[in-house]
C-alpha cells in the first residue's frame, strides 16, 4: 500500500550523509539556523553573510544576487541527528549536527583515562573509583572538603580524593626526585580539560617535621587533565618533601584545595591544623 506524505514523515530511517555538505562554505563550521542562500542555491551561515564585503554578490559563484533564507535547508538541519562521540562510553545523546559539540563540551560520559601503566582503561569519572580499587587495588578514595585543611600520608604511588562539595576527583601522585626527596603532584580529573585550559582550583601544601625542625609549604594552581594516553601532565608536580623530612612511614602532609572563582578562605585553619600537630 503506499504510503501518504505525512505517515512516510514520521517513519525514520537511516541515510549515509556527508557531513562537510552541511558546512558552511565560508567558516567551514556547521550551518545552523539561520541559513542563507544565494539565487543559484550556495548557502552561508547568516553571521558569515554579516562579514562578507558585498552582500549582494554570491561569494562561490560571484553571482549579482541577493541573499534570501533558505527554510528547506534549515529544515534537514534539524532533522539530520549524530550520535555523541561518547557513545561507546555510555552516552545514548543524539544531537542536531551543528549542536553537536555543545552537547559534547559537557557531556557526563566523556572519558578520562587510568594512569596504571599499560591499563588502557577509559571511562566517565564516576567509575574510576571503582576501577582503582577493583583494577589496581587502590585505597578507596577519602572525601575532603575544600577549604579545610587535612593530613595526607607522605607515600610513593597514586591516589585519588573525592570532592564533597562537588563530586570531583584529585589524583594525588607522590614520585621519587632523586637526592631532593618526594615529588608531589595535585590534579582535577577533568574529561573536559583542554591545552588552555584555566585552573578551577589551587592547592596549598605544608610540612612540618618536629625530629628536624625542617617547614615548608608551597601554593600552586591545580592542573585539569583527562590523562589522554593514561599519562600524567609533563611539569605536574608541584611540591617536594626532602628526604631529611620524611624519615618516618607516617610523615605527612597538611593539604588545603579551594575554588579560585570564590574568595580565598584564610590561611589560618591550616596554621591551626599544622599548630595542633606540633604540639
Known sequence: MEQSAGQRSSVATNATVDLEVLDCTVCCHPLKPPVL???VGHVICSSCHGKLPDKNRCHVCAMDTAYNRCFAVEQILRSILV????AGYGCDAKTA????????????????????PGCGFAGATSSLPAHFTGGHGWAPPPQVARARAFDLQVQEGKRVLRDVDGGHLFLVDVAPAGPAGLAGAVLLLDPHAGAKAKPKFECHVAFHCRATGW???????????????????????AFVVPRVAHPPATASIIVSVYDVSKKRPRNGDIRQHLKSRVN
Do not use: W
Not at 83 to 86: L, V
Not at 97 to 115: K, L, Q, R, V, W
Not at 215 to 237: I, K, M, N, Q
Open 37 to 39: 542562500q544565494c539565487g
Open 83 to 86: 550520535p555523541c562521540r561518547n
Open 97 to 116: 549536527y551543528h549542536d553537536s559539540d555543545s552537547h559534547e563540551d559537557g557531556c557526563p560520559h566523556a572519558p578520562c583515562f587510568c594512569p596504571e
Open 215 to 237: 617547614r615548608s609549604s608551597s601554593e600552586f594552581p591545580v592542573r585539569s587533565t583527562a590523562l589522554d594516553g593514561g599519562s600524567l601532565p609533563a611539569d605536574c608536580y
